[in-house]
């Protein structure tokens, strides 16, 4: 029989014992330290559909505490959409009572404080370590509001008498606090603002603060804007934006008035605006309103429209300047795009200015200047619009020539040139301009593919000195001088004028012809067609012009 060692049996038995008490006694103790759960709480629209205000004297009078009520989300004029929660300064009681003395001193000035809170109340938190997290995305709140918005969590005593407050500065991005909380207490968490009752008609300077459990969207950013396009009459255009950030939407707008979908228009609320059949009324500027919940771009182009039995000196078409440089012999040196103010071709408004090139103009510079100081090449340049879509058709180029006053022997002249696809030959027609007096040049463009249309204007002469340039002159071209007939029926004057695109037009009335100023009308922008403006006012005399903007 095997026996064993009765001495190690003695000895066994008391260590295992003691062994077993230590290790029960760590467990205890390990209980013990565990025993507090963790409860992880956020932004949340199912829980925080509390709203609570303190209100208190301005700190001027001491900010003593006045009267606390329970209020509505919406009278603290904080609410959800979706995950996201806006809270700004509450302005319910200059909704409600805008007179009252309580709210308001004589001057109209807040004469309260508020402490407006938006929370939620979940007594079974209580007892446990309470973490509570989330991402500002963006406080915009002024002064004082900015500096005294804050996440909080709240431990209430069983009878409200007392609590224990933790807080965070809502300062945008990432925020966590944490509080241990006291088994039958009241626990809430939230957000507060405290700052002067405010006005509605300050709503928008007083800000916001924009707060949710998730990481703010990308903000909106353009990354290609639309670009000028021009179009022939009756033709279709496009405009695309691309743009980068999270759950984008977009609106296009015409002139500033959003667009919807239709017979003409496709796209209205997309990246790409399609537009069909297009008519002299489709000239606009074309916007486009990219946005999340954190913010807004925007981007502007221009669409020009051309009729090739009209075209005009639209100011908002893409003009392009471009110099041919001779000797004084009249031997071609160069050619080159030159931009339209180095031309000395610019818009004032509607009215196109057009000089002597003096941009050139370097007396040390023997390319350009004689020794004497007097120019040493002769420049051609071209102040001019360009469309291939015009190739093959017949073109009418229009305006009027208010002044020419340049100096002889520099000239300007109005052009159509359909030049060969590598420009080394063009058809063209010329007129000069001339003071007073309206012009009209029509070509009948070769069709034949990759030709280059152009219609626009040149002066030509030596390139000038700067401080001469006064003396030389300039030549002004716009439209046609614009007429307006007036007819009266009923009591109501009717006011009809011919139009051109690209340029505003507005009617102007004074009762007397002393009157010291012109009260304006209406504006309407030019389409091609006639415009018309009514005046229902009904006065046996007025007086009324036109104006071009």
């Excluded at 806006?86 to 109209?108: C, H």
């Excluded at 979908?261 to 399609?274: H, P, R």
């Excluded at 071609?332 to 000395?344: N, P």
Aim: with cysteine; aromatic share 10%.
């Amino acid at each position: 029989m095997k026996t064993t060692n009765p001495t190690n049996l003695t000895v066994a038995t008391p260590l295992a014992t003691a062994l077993t008490t230590i290790l029960f006694a760590l467990v205890l103790c390990l209980g013990a330290t565990q025993a507090r759960a963790q409860a992880n709480v956020t932004v949340d629209s199912t829980t925080m559909t509390h709203g609570f205000i303190n209100v208190s004297a301005l700190p001027a009078d001491g900010g003593g505490f006045v009267f606390n009520s329970g209020w509505a989300l919406p009278d603290l004029f904080a609410g959800f959409s979706g995950a996201v929660l806006t809270f700004t300064p509450n302005t319910s009681i200059d909704r409600d009572a805008p007179n009252d003395p309580f709210w308001w001193q004589p001057d109209g000035s807040p004469n309260k404080y508020m402490d407006s809170s938006v929370f939620a109340q979940d007594d079974t938190l209580a007892g446990q370590t309470v973490i509570f997290s989330g991402y500002c995305w963006t406080n915009t709140l002024a002064l004082p509001y900015s500096t005294n918005a804050t996440a909080f969590i709240k431990d209430f005593a069983a009878d409200f008498s007392s609590s224990t407050v933790v807080t965070s500065n809502l300062t945008g991005g990432f925020f966590s606090i944490t509080l241990a909380t006291t088994a039958g207490h009241h626990i809430q968490y939230g957000f507060e603002m405290i700052g002067p009752d405010a006005r509605l008609t300050n709503a928008t300077i007083s800000g916001k603060v924009v707060l949710s459990s998730n990481a703010p969207p990308l903000l909106p950013t353009i990354t290609t804007a639309p670009v000028k396009t021009s179009v022939l009459l009756g033709s279709n255009a496009t405009f695309t934006v691309s743009a980068s950030g999270d759950s984008l939407t977009y609106q296009w707008q015409k002139n500033n008035v959003n667009l919807v979908n239709g017979a003409a228009v496709a796209g209205a609320t997309t990246d790409t605006l399609s537009l069909s059949n297009v008519q002299g009324n489709g000239e606009a500027n074309y916007s486009v309103i990219v946005s999340n919940q954190l913010g807004v771009a925007t981007a502007t182009a221009r669409l020009v429209v051309l009729d090739p039995s009209h075209l005009t000196m639209d100011p908002t078409a893409n003009w392009v300047g471009f110099m041919n440089v001779f000797d004084v012999n009249t031997n071609y040196v160069f050619g080159s795009v030159w931009g339209t103010a180095d031309l000395r071709g610019r818009f004032n408004a509607a009215t196109l200015s057009l000089a002597p090139n003096t941009n050139t103009y370097n007396p040390v510079d023997a390319f350009w200047v004689n020794p004497d100081g007097s120019g040493n090449k002769l420049c051609d340049a071209s102040f001019y619009q360009e469309n291939d879509s015009l190739v093959g058709m017949t073109v009418t180029f229009v305006g009027y020539c208010p002044s020419n006053t340049l100096a002889s022997p520099y000239t300007s002249t109005v052009f159509i040139k359909d030049f060969a696809p590598d420009f080394s030959s063009s058809a063209s027609t010329t007129v000069p301009l001339v003071s007073g007096q309206a012009f009209s040049l029509t070509l009948a463009t070769i069709n034949s593919p990759g030709r280059h249309i152009q219609w626009g204007f040149e002066t030509f002469g030596l390139d000038a000195n700067p401080a001469t340039a006064p003396s030389l002159g300039q030549a002004l071209v716009s439209v046609n001088p614009p007429a307006l007939n007036a007819s009266m029926s009923g009591g109501v004057v009717s006011l009809t004028f011919p139009t051109e695109r690209g340029l505003g037009y507005t009617v102007q009335y004074k009762t007397n012809l002393t009157d010291a100023t012109w009260q304006s009308l209406s504006t309407v922008n030019g389409t091609g067609s006639s415009g018309l403006l009514t005046d229902p006012a009904g006065q046996a005399r007025r007086f009324y012009r036109l104006s071009l903007n």
